[in-house]
C-alpha cells in the first residue's frame, strides 16, 4: 500500500475513532462504572478516552505509516511573534464566533444546547476538570486535525486548500453532538482560521495555546454567567 492509501486510512481512522469517542463514550462509561449522567467523574473518563484516540493514531502512524506523525516540520519563531499570534488569532475567533452566532440567532433564534446546559453544574467551580477539559480538546484536537489529518489531506490531493477545507469541515463536524447549528458553524469558522494559519506557519504549539485559551476563558466564565446568556457560547 503507498503512502496515500495508508494517509486516507488513517484519517478514516482518526475521525472515526473521534466521532465514536464523542458519540459513545458517555454509555460506555455508564456501563462499565455504572456511573449514570454526564458528571464530573464520567466527565474526566470521557476525556481519558480522548487521549486513547490519540495513542491509538500515533501508533498507526509509528508502526503502520513509518513516517513523521506531522508532516510538516514545525517552524521556530520568537516569544513577541508567539505573543501576537496567539493574541490575533484569539481575537478573529472570538469576534468572528460571536458575528456567526449573531447571524445564527438573528434568522432562526436557536435554542441553547441541551449538552451545554448539562455541562454548565459539572464545571462550576471545578477548576481541575476546567484545566483538564481544555488541555485535552487544545492538544489532541490540534495534534489531530491540524497535525496529522490537514497535511495528509493536502498530500492525498496535492492541494493545500483541500487540507484547509477538509479539515475544518470535519472539525465542525465532530462539534454537532452538541446539537445546534453554532455548534458546529463556530468550530468550522475556528478551523478554517487554525488551518490557514498553521498552511502559513508551520506551528502548532501556537494552535494548542490558542485553542487552549478560548476553552478556558470561555469555560470560566461560565462560572459567572446566568445560564440565560450561555448562548454567546
Avoid at 141 to 146: A, G, I, T, V, W
Avoid at 181 to 202: D, M, N
Wanted: glycine share 6%; net charge positive; hydrophobic share 55%.
Amino acid at each position: 500500500m503507498g503512502f496515500n492509501g495508508k494517509y486516507s486510512i488513517g484519517i478514516l481512522l482518526t475521525f472515526v475513532l473521534l466521532v465514536a469517542a464523542m458519540l459513545y463514550s458517555f454509555p460506555v462509561i455508564t456501563m462499565i462504572t455504572g456511573i449514570r449522567g454526564i458528571t464530573a467523574d464520567s466527565f474526566f473518563l470521557s476525556r481519558i478516552v480522548i487521549w486513547i484516540v490519540l495513542i491509538i493514531v500515533f501508533l498507526y502512524n509509528r508502526v503502520i505509516e513509518k513516517d513523521s506523525f506531522l508532516l510538516k516540520k514545525e517552524s521556530s519563531y520568537s516569544i513577541l511573534f508567539y505573543i501576537k499570534a496567539v493574541l490575533s488569532l484569539y481575537l478573529i475567533c472570538i469576534i468572528g464566533g460571536v458575528a456567526l452566532n449573531a447571524i445564527i440567532q438573528f434568522f432562526i433564534s436557536e435554542k441553547i444546547s441541551d449538552k451545554l446546559i448539562n455541562l454548565v453544574p459539572v464545571f462550576k467551580n471545578n477548576y481541575f476538570l476546567i484545566i483538564f477539559m481544555c488541555l485535552t480538546a487544545a492538544i489532541v484536537e490540534e495534534f489531530l486535525m491540524r497535525g496529522y489529518i490537514q497535511p495528509r489531506i493536502e498530500k492525498i490531493y496535492n492541494n493545500p486548500n483541500a487540507g484547509v477545507i477538509i479539515s475544518s469541515i470535519l472539525f465542525g463536524i465532530l462539534h454537532s453532538t452538541y446539537g445546534t447549528l453554532g455548534q458546529v458553524l463556530g468550530p468550522f469558522f475556528i478551523g478554517i482560521v487554525f488551518a490557514l494559519f498553521y498552511k502559513r506557519y508551520s506551528n502548532i504549539k501556537i494552535l494548542i495555546i490558542c485553542h487552549f485559551m478560548i476553552d478556558f476563558i470561555s469555560l470560566m466564565t461560565l462560572n459567572f454567567i446566568n445560564i440565560k446568556h450561555l448562548s454567546a457560547f
